[in-house]
């Protein structure tokens, strides 16, 4: 399946079914990183997402400093307030972001800032989000039917059913990242956002061409690994969406799924030509009360011994989870 020169699978997901479950789970438990096609986002959606974003981010710093991100991880995070790797990083990650708590009843659960008001940016932060949402119920079953999760437990449904975001409490987060380019400063030299696991259970992430950066320490070759811009298969549908296993689906699993560290570094091309990153991310977390306990899988019981199978570990809840690595992040006390 794998284009030569992408070092991730490329999957199409519009049919669920086992063959497409078998493909899912075989990149997952490797690279932990793959490229999704069907995920039925338009490429007009991509196109009016990433216009929007670049008009929040050319507003005044003063502005969007009005909505400030609090330990809810909502609100506006502004340049070098995060550091992904705060062992090894010095200052913060030179990126800016925007993190949107996913909406309930069609309403934000935040403060928002007037840009995000306006008709049309409300609108197609709502769509995003729904479709942000069932596509990782797609995921999530189709991982199940991968896994091969007991009917009796719940089968497909075993992670899906944990994961109702708008609904139940949840550290859903739909975030707009902006990393300025840098024409002067040696790219080798500049780490755009420091290495990193995801939080939740999954993520996706949307990218532009001639934007690329993001770099997996890939657990097959153990080196880092530059992640391409894949193109459209055609004029209509979005570029094919970047995927990755989070902690809780790689806790779930015993480590079966992986979790990949991941950063973001400009390559030459794009610091020489002092090109901007802009990217946009759905961070898909099981519900608040969702016990990270083990899945009822065959294949995970056999991998005895480690993260939610270890026997005598006190079961933590996914919020709890989620609560220690944010403040970790943002250096906010537990
Ligand atoms: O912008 C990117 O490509 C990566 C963002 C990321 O890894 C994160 O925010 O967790
Ligand atoms: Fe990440």
């Not at 929007?52 to 070098?80: A, Q, R, T």
């Not at 928002?112 to 999530?140: S, T, V, W, Y």
């Not at 944990?162 to 024409?183: C, V």
Request: contains cysteine; charged residues 25%; aromatic residues 10%.
């Amino acid at each position: 399946m794998s284009k030569p020169e992408c070092p991730v699978a490329v999957i199409d997901i519009s049919v669920v079914n086992k063959e497409t479950a078998k493909q899912l789970v075989e990149a997952a438990s490797t690279q932990g990183f793959m490229f999704i096609e069907g995920s039925g986002f338009t490429a007009e959606e991509a196109d009016a997402v990433f216009k929007m974003s670049k008009e929040y981010f050319e507003l005044p710093v003063d502005d969007k400093n009005k909505y400030p991100i609090s330990e809810n991880n909502m609100g506006y995070s502004v340049m070098k307030q995060e550091i992904l790797d705060p062992e090894t990083q010095t200052s913060g990650d030179p990126k800016e972001a925007f993190n949107f708590g996913v909406f309930e009843k069609g309403q934000p659960i935040q403060p928002m800032p007037e840009f995000f008001q306006q008709a049309e940016n409300f609108k197609l932060i709502a769509g995003l989000q729904d479709k942000c949402k069932d596509l990782c119920k797609r995921l999530l079953t189709l991982l199940a039917i991968g896994l091969e999760i007991d009917e009796t437990a719940g089968g497909s449904e075993w992670f899906s059913s944990r994961h109702n975001p708008g609904q139940h409490k949840s550290g859903s987060i739909f975030r707009l990242l902006y990393y300025p380019g840098q024409k002067k400063a040696e790219p080798e030299e500049v780490i755009r956002a420091g290495a990193h696991t995801d939080y939740g259970s999954l993520t996706l992430l949307f990218q532009r061409e001639n934007q690329e950066g993001l770099e997996i320490l890939s657990p097959v070759t153990k080196s880092w690994t530059p992640v391409p811009y894949l193109p459209a298969k055609d004029q209509v549908s979005a570029p094919p969406i970047l995927i990755n296993i989070a902690d809780q689906l790689s806790f779930w699993t015993a480590g079966i799924l992986k979790s990949s560290i991941h950063r973001v570094k400009f390559p030459a091309k794009v610091q020489e030509s002092g090109q901007d990153r802009y990217s946009v991310v759905y961070f898909c977390h099981p519900d608040d009360q969702t016990l990270l306990e083990p899945v009822p899988s065959p294949i995970v019981a056999r991998a005895k011994g480690r993260g939610a199978n270890l026997d005598g570990r006190e079961v933590i809840t996914a919020g709890q989870h989620l609560e220690n690595r944010l403040a970790a992040t943002y250096g906010w006390k537990k």
